[in-house]
């Protein structure tokens, strides 16, 4: 059974974005430990909290698939085809 577009291109972004935030918050994280380390305690907070809101996006979107995946196991679809 094939799923409709929508639903394969729900389930791509949210593959996508739970593989590109680890990376993005990694970075923003070492940029702000960095200018923390160089003396700009300001700079290196704000991207702290920005790393750390990016953290709990990645907690949500890592839900949402989890519970995405899990709906679409009860209506006896195992996700998109190919």
Known sequence: ???PPLIRRLLLALIALAVILP?????VAGVGALLGA???AIGG???GWI????????VIVLVG????????SCNGRDGPKP
Request: aromatic share 6%; no cysteine.
């Open 1 to 3: 059974m094939d799923s």
């Open 65 to 72: 698939l989890v519970l995405f995946q899990a709906v679409l």
């Open 38 to 40: 160089m003396g700009d």
């Open 23 to 27: 990376i993005a918050i990694s970075i």
């Open 45 to 47: 907070r704000v991207l």
């Open 51 to 58: 790393a750390l809101a990016g953290g709990i996006l990645w």
